[in-house]
C-alpha cells in the first residue's frame, strides 16, 4: 500500500486574519520514470464534485502500482468554496472583483523566444529541465517580489501554478453550472481523449486565456514553435514536450456525489495507465460514444428575452436544426401577448450544458453546444 | 370559454424610479354561488414552478364549468423574482433587510375581541361580511395611511393580501429547495388535503408568523374562538367560516417543468371539483397514499459540521432509525481524522426536502423531515 | 502593568471544514470585588470600529488600576466578518438565511417563575449565583445536547452569550450605516448613560427581541419582577440585580479610526470607572448636552418612492417640523414629472442614523430619528 | 430657453418580464455648427452622482446658447443600478456572470485598415461620415443580427454606444469607491483637460479594453494611425478627428449631493464652451493646480495582508516615499504579534481613491495613487 504526505498550503487572508489553507497530499515513488502528475479540483467554489473523486483518487492510489509522482489538491479555492450567496455557493468570480478565479494563472509569452535562442543548441533534457525551472521562477517573482502586491485570485492561483508546473500532466477538475461531463483537451493531446470516460471532448489550440490547463501546456508550445521558427523541431507531447493539461468537467455544480464520483475515479486511473504514471492494467476505458468538437464550434446561446426557461435540449444527443432547445414562460404576455416562446437553432448541435436556473434575463447564457461535431 | 380580465397592480419602485409591477388575472362568474378563490405564485423568489402551474390553470379553467370567482397572481414578488446573486436567484429574503418575504403579511389579533363583542348578535352572513371589511381596511390602512412609510416587502406583502381577504380559499404557491411536493393545511382543513395530488401535508394551528396562508385563515380561526369565548359557536370551514388557505409546495425551486405543471394544475382543479369552484366531475384526485405530520413535528436537522454533503435519504420514503440520511466529505480531514461523516436519526422520519448546495456550513439546515408521520 | 491572557474560541466549521475562530482576551484581578465585564465587537460583519475600541481598551487597560475582570471579544462573528458582497461587507444577517445576527442570542422566559418559586427564601448572594448557573446552563443545554442541531447564527451567538452571562456588565459594540454615536441603554440603568461620551441614549424596557444586551439584562429584569408577584422586592441594578447591558454604537459601518477609537475607549473607561472596575479617576466623562427617548419614540422613517437621496438631515441636531429630512432624485421623471421630492416630518426629531446608500427601493429604511426626545 | 425632447429607450429583460429601460434627453440646435456631445451616467450601479449632474446640466443647458446637439443619458444602467446586495448597490459587474459593465463595449480592430484602404482618397469630411456610418452599422450589425444572441451587458452598452457614436465629444460620468475627483483624458486630447474642475487628470492611449470612451476615441485614433501608414496624415482632435471622449469620475460612489453636483456641472459646461458647444463666456474654468500621470503610472497597491484598514493617505496631496499610505488592524495578532502594520510605498505618490471598506483580504486593492505625476 503506498504511502502518501499532507500538507496545508497557506494562500492568503481574510479581513479577520483568519488564514486561508489548501490541504496538498502527495504521492512519491522511487523509480520515477513515469511523467508526475497533478490534480486540483475546486478552484471554483460550486464545483465540488472533484473534492469527491480526489477522495476516491486518495482511496485507489493506495492500491496502485504507482510510476511516478501525484500531488492532489482538493478545495484549491477556499474563498470560493466558503462563500454563500444565499443557499448558493457563488461559484465563480472573485466577490469583491468579479474576476473569474480560472483566469488568473499567469503566462508571459515574451520570456519564450528569448529562451529558446538562449537554448538553441541545448539537449532536449536540458530545455525540459530549464524551461520548468523558468516557470517556476516566474511565478516565484510574482508571489515574492512584487512591492505593489497581487489579488487575492493571483496569490491562489499562482500557488497551485507552482505546484503544477513541476508536473507533466495537469488535470483540474471542474464541473458545469447544470451539466453533462466534457473534457477540454489540447488538440495535439487529442489521442489522450480515449482513455477518460467521457463522451465530449473540446479540443483547444494555444490561446491563453488566463486557465489552468492553458496555463501549464501553452508555454511548451508556444516554446516549440519558438524553436520551430529557429530550425529546430520537436513534437508536443513528446520527449521534453510530454505536457499534457486537461480541464475535467464533472457534471453538475453543487453536488456530491460520492458513487459517481468513484466511477470518475476509475476513468481518472484508465487515462494514468495509458501514461504509464500507473502500472494497473485493469484500469481501461469503458467502450462509448465519444463526440468532439473544436473550441470555435464551442458555442454559447444567449437569452433572446427575459423569462422563466423550461429547458428541453437533452444532454449528449445530437439535436436537429429546428428542433426546440427550450422553451420560455413569459406570464406577463398571458392574454394579450406570446405566453409560450420557443427556442431553436438553425442547424444540428449537442447540448452539453445549460444556466443553473429557470430565470434569465435578456442575454443571460441559456445552453452551450457542440456544433459541427465529430466522432473521436 | 370562459373570458378573464388581466390588471397590471403597481407593487414597488426601485432606484431608478422603474415601477414594479405583478399581473393580475380574474375570471368572474355571474353565479357566484360557490368560494370565491384566490392563487397566487413565486413569492419567494427562486420559487417558480408555481408561474408554470398558473400558466396551465389560465389554460384549463377558460374551459371549466366555473361557479365561483379566481384570481390568479403569477410573479406575485418581481424584486425577488428578477434578484440574481450569481447564476441563481436569491430567494427567500429582502436582499436589503434580510426579511424573509413570506413573513410581512399583517394580522392584528387585538381586534378579533372587539370586533366579536360589537356584532355579537349579528347573522352570520353579516359576520362575514363585516368582518372580512375589517380585515382590507386593516390593510387599506397601513398601505396608504402611514406617515411613517413602510418596508418594501409590506407593500407587496400587503396589495398581495388585500387580494386575498377577498377571498374564500387561498392557494399561495411555493416550492422547498430540492424538495418532494408537501402541503401546509390548517387542522380543520384536513379533510381538503385528500383532494390535492400531494403525498404529504404538514397540519398547522391557529399560529401567526406572518406568512400568507396564516393572515388569511388565523383571523377566521381567531375570531370563531372569541365568539366560542362569548358562547356562541361557529365551525371553522363552514358557512360564514368558511375559509381555507393552504401553502402548495409544488417540489424544487429554480425550475420550470411545464409538464409537471399540467399535473400540479390539475390536482388544483380536482380540490377546487371538491369545494364546488368548478363543476367539472373530470378533475378527481389521484389514488395514492397521503401521509401527514403536525408542524411540530415537521422538524429541521442543522448540519453537525461544515463540509459537503452527498444526500442520501430518498423524498417521501420513511426511513428507519439509525440509516443514514447524508454523508459529509472532509477532505481536510483526511489521512489524519475522518473524511468521511455518517449523518443519521434516532427514530423514524419521512425526509421531505434537503438543503440546496452540497456545501453546508455548520448550523446549515441539512433536511426537513416528518417525525410520528400518519397516513391521511 | 496588568497581564492579559489569550485564548482562541472554536465557534463553527465552514464548508471546506476551515475552523471559525475568535480570540477572547481576559483580565483577571485578584481582589475581584467590583463587576465583571465583558465587551464584544463586530457582531454584525460591516460594524468594525469597535475591534479598534477593543485595540485601544487593551492598550489602557494594561495601565489601570483594575478592581474587576474584564473580558474583551473583538471579530465576535467571524463569518460575517469575513463575507464580501461586492466591495462592502454583508453585514446585518446571515447570508444564506436572512437571519439577523444580532437575533439569535437565548431567552427562555419559562424559567423565570420557577427558579423564583424555588429560590423564593434564598440569600440575595444565592439568587444572584444560582440564577447566573442556571443562565449558563441553558445555554450549555442547547450548544451541547442537542439532537437536531442548532443554526450557524445561534452556534455563535450562544458562544459569546456564555461568556456574557458570567459577567455584571455587557457592553456590546456595534456601529449605525451611516451615524451618530448612540447608546441602548436599560431604563433601570440610566444613571450610567451619563459616564459614556455619547451625546443619544435610547431607554429600553424589558422586550426581549433576541439581541445580546436583551439576552443579558432583560432575564435579571423578569426575575426581578417574578420575585416582585411573590412579594419579595429587590431593584434592578443592585445587589445581586447589579447587572447592566448597553449596546455601544460606535458611528458608521465600515470604517475604522484608531483616533477615534481612542476617543471611544475613553468613554468606555468613564463608564468603567463609574461603577468601580477601574480605580482611575482620571477617566470622567466629557460635558456635553445628551439627549434620550425611549425606544418606542426611536422611529424608522421608510422612503416613501424609489430614488437616489441627497440625505439632508444633520446628525443629532434637533430638526424642526416640516424642515427638510431629504430630497429624492427621480431622473426618470425630469420633463415630465417632479425631479426633486422632499422628505420632511410633522413633528420635531433629531436624526442619528441613515441608510448606506443613495440608491433605495420604495420602502428602505431612510432614516432613524428621535421623536419625543429629551435631555438628560 | 431651450427645450429638449425626452424618449425611453429599452435595453433589456428580466426574468418577470419587466423591461429595463433608461431615459435619453436631447436638446437639438439649428446651426448645429459645433461638435454634438453626449454624456452618460451611472454605468457602474453605485456610482449616481453623475446622474445629479445630468440634473444640474439639464437645468443650466436649457439656459445655454446652443451651438450644437447635446444628448444626456441618466441611470445607463437599469440592471446595476437596482441591484442591492445587502444595503449597497453591486456596482462593478453583471450578479450572474462577474463581467464589469464598463468592459463590454465594441470595437473591432479589423475593420480599420480595409476602410482606410477602401477611402484612402476621400475627402475628410466624407470619411468621417462614412467611418461614423460603419460603427454604427458594427453595432447594429450585433445588436440586431447575431443568431446565438449577445449578453445582458452587451446589450446596454451597444444601445448606448449606438448614441455615443453619433456624438463627437462622449463624457462617461464615473465615480470611484472613496475617491477624489480624477479625469481620464486621451493624449492627444491633453489640452481640454484644463478646462474641467478636475485637478488629476490620467492620460490614456490608444489601447481598447473595452470602455466607453475607449470604444468612442480608439477607432479614431486607429483609423488616423492606419491613414498615416497609407502616407496620409491626419491630425487627432482636428478636422474629420475632433472626437475627444473622456472618463470623469466625480468623487465617491453610492452617494447623491445635488450642491456639488452643481459644481461639477458648472465644470463640464467650462469645458463645452472651451469646444464651442455653448457660446457662454461666464462658464470658464477654475483656477487650481492640476496635476496628471500617464496610465501605466496609475497603480494599484494590493494589501500585503487581510485586516482592517484605518486609511491614511489624503487624496490629491503629494505623499513622500516612505510615510504612512495606511496602518491595518490585526486584533488576532494582539498580544503575540503585531496588531498594527503600516503600509507605506518606496516612492512619492499622489493618493487618488481606496478601497470602499476597511475589511479587507490579502489581495485586495487598498489604493490607487498617481506616480511619477507632474503638474499640467
Known amino acids: 500500500m503506498n504511502n502518501f504526505t499532507k500538507e496545508v498550503m497557506s494562500v492568503g487572508e481574510m479581513a479577520s486574519g483568519a488564514k486561508l489553507t489548501v490541504p496538498v497530499y502527495v504521492f512519491e515513488t522511487e523509480n520515477n520514470s513515469a511523467p508526475s502528475v497533478y490534480i486540483q479540483a475546486n478552484m471554483h467554489g460550486a464545483e465540488v464534485q472533484?473534492?469527491?473523486?480526489?477522495f476516491q483518487l486518495l482511496e485507489l492510489l493506495q492500491?496502485?502500482?504507482?510510476?511516478?509522482?501525484?500531488?492532489?489538491?482538493?478545495?484549491?479555492?477556499?474563498?470560493a468554496c466558503n462563500h454563500k450567496n444565499g443557499e448558493y455557493t457563488l461559484g465563480?468570480?472573485?466577490?469583491?472583483?468579479?474576476?473569474?478565479?480560472?483566469?488568473?494563472?499567469?503566462?508571459?509569452?515574451?520570456?519564450?523566444?528569448?529562451?529558446?535562442q538562449q537554448y538553441?543548441?541545448?539537449?532536449?533534457?536540458?530545455?525540459?529541465?530549464?524551461?520548468?525551472?523558468?516557470?517556476?521562477?516566474e511565478i516565484d517573482q510574482r508571489l515574492e517580489h512584487n512591492i505593489w502586491g497581487i489579488t487575492t485570485g493571483q496569490r491562489i492561483a499562482y500557488?497551485?501554478?507552482?505546484?503544477a508546473h513541476q508536473a507533466d500532466i495537469v488535470l483540474d477538475l471542474h464541473t458545469g453550472p447544470i451539466s453533462s461531463k466534457h473534457l477540454y483537451c489540447p488538440e495535439y493531446a487529442k489521442a489522450s481523449a480515449e482513455y477518460f470516460d467521457i463522451e465530449h471532448t473540446i479540443f483547444i489550440q494555444n490561446g491563453f486565456d488566463?486557465?489552468?490547463?492553458e496555463a501549464t501546456f501553452c508555454p511548451w508550445w508556444s516554446l516549440q514553435e519558438a524553436y520551430q521558427d529557429l530550425g529546430r523541431n520537436f513534437t508536443m507531447g513528446k520527449g521534453a514536450f510530454k505536457k499534457e493539461s486537461f480541464t475535467v468537467e464533472l457534471g453538475s455544480q453543487e453536488q456530491i456525489d460520492l458513487d459517481v464520483a468513484k466511477q470518475d475515479a476509475l476513468g481518472i486511473l484508465s487515462y494514468l495507465q495509458s501514461q504509464g504514471v500507473i502500472d494497473n492494467k485493469q484500469y481501461q476505458p469503458q467502450e462509448m460514444t465519444r463526440y468532439a468538437c473544436y473550441l470555435k464550434d464551442y458555442k454559447a446561446l444567449y437569452s433572446p428575452m427575459g423569462g422563466m426557461?423550461?429547458?428541453?435540449?437533452?444532454?449528449?444527443k445530437p439535436l436537429a436544426a429546428g428542433e426546440p432547445l427550450a422553451r420560455i414562460l413569459r406570464m406577463d404576455n398571458y392574454g394579450d401577448g406570446e405566453a409560450l416562446h420557443y427556442v431553436s437553432l438553425e442547424q444540428d448541435v449537442i447540448p452539453i450544458?445549460?444556466?443553473?436556473?429557470?430565470?434569465?434575463n435578456q442575454g443571460t447564457e441559456l445552453y452551450k453546444v457542440f456544433c459541427n461535431y465529430f466522432e473521436l
Open 210 to 213: 488566463g486557465a489552468m490547463d
Open 309 to 316: 426557461v423550461d429547458y428541453l435540449g437533452e444532454f449528449g
Open 63 to 79: 492500491h496502485c502500482n504507482l510510476q511516478g509522482n501525484i500531488t492532489l489538491v482538493p478545495y484549491a479555492n477556499p474563498v
Open 50 to 54: 472533484g473534492n469527491a473523486v480526489i
Open 92 to 116: 465563480r468570480f472573485d466577490p469583491i472583483t468579479g474576476e473569474n478565479w480560472n483566469r488568473m494563472y499567469h503566462f508571459d509569452q515574451s520570456v519564450i523566444a528569448p529562451f529558446a
Open 120 to 137: 538553441l543548441d541545448a539537449s532536449e533534457e536540458e530545455i525540459a529541465d530549464k524551461f520548468q525551472q523558468l516557470l517556476i521562477t
Open 159 to 163: 500557488q497551485l501554478q507552482r505546484l
Open 353 to 360: 450544458l445549460h444556466f443553473a436556473s429557470a430565470s434569465v
